[in-house]
């Protein structure tokens, strides 16, 4: 008997980080699935050619900072502006730097915390009110697997990674009865612009076994076309080149 996925027509989604990498796999995708959707991110060139790639009439482009609360909720108000609602927030957007707990600068440690932590919580803050008007929804945090163990050389990353798995436990409890499914998405190593220059040299041949961004786009996918029966709150995701720790 064929098993029956949600359809993701007309559906509106808010993708933060949308300009690049994860973000912008995940925008070509959900599109491709009938998806509306609304795309976040500070480089507003690469967001308008995403938004013709993708078809006026299916996309809008937001230059925002998650750093900024008000700019989240312009995210949100342009997703009910355009489309007339939200269902789902893929909240993506985040940097990394690798190295010890004394190395960077005191700039760079707070702009790592405050993206992929404060950002995030920004971001759900902004979108929640509009899930529970439409009924419920989708929040899917795109953490790592940092998260779920932090190595040497990445104890700040991983503590804002551990954080966002942290929270999208937390949020599960809270909003589950509002309808509100939340899902932490880990990956390993993804091919990405990713802390190239800050631990990760372009070109580098390693990065070749890393996971690629549409698989990550893929799993995003796979989420939000289950039975709204059901929900995954966590999911890691490993190449298969790597050993698990």
């Keep these: 008997m064929p098993y029956e996925t949600r359809d993701l027509t007309g559906t509106v989604v808010a993708i933060t980080g949308a300009s690049a990498g994860i973000g912008r796999s ?8 009938g998806a509306n959707v609304v795309l976040g991110a500070r480089r507003a060139e690469r967001l308008e050619a995403l938004v013709e ?3 006026p009439d299916r996309a809008v482009a937001v230059p925002m900072d998650v750093r900024e609360p008000e700019q989240n909720r312009a995210l949100v108000r342009a997703a009910v502006d355009r489309f007339g609602r939200l269902d789902t927030l893929v909240a993506n957007a985040g940097i990394g730097m690798y190295g010890g707990i004394e190395d960077g600068s005191d700039d760079d440690i707070a702009r790592m915390l405050d993206v992929n932590l404060s950002g995030t919580v920004w971001s759900v803050r902004a979108a929640v009110p509009e899930l529970r008007r439409a009924g419920g929804g ?3 945090i795109v953490a790592s697997v940092a998260g779920l163990r932090g190595d040497g050389n ?8 551990f ?5 999208a436990g937390a949020l599960d409890r809270e909003l589950r009865r509002d ?3 939340v899902t932490a998405l880990c990956p390993a190593g993804v091919t990405t612009e990713f802390a190239l220059g800050a631990g990760r040299t372009e070109g580098d041949p390693a990065l070749e076994e890393f996971l690629q961004p549409e698989d990550i786009a893929f799993q995003v996918l796979t989420c939000l076309q289950q039975p709204r029966r059901m929900r995954s709150t966590l ?3 490993w190449s298969m080149a790597h050993d698990l720790p």
Aim: aromatic share 6%.
């Design 26 to 33: 995940t925008a070509l995708m959900l599109a491709e699935a």
């Design 53 to 55: 790639e993708i078809g």
């Design 138 to 140: 989708d929040i899917l």
């Design 154 to 161: 990445e104890a700040v990353y991983a503590s804002t990674k």
């Design 163 to 167: 954080g966002q798995v942290g929270l």
């Design 179 to 181: 309808g509100i499914r």
């Design 235 to 237: 999911w890691s995701i």
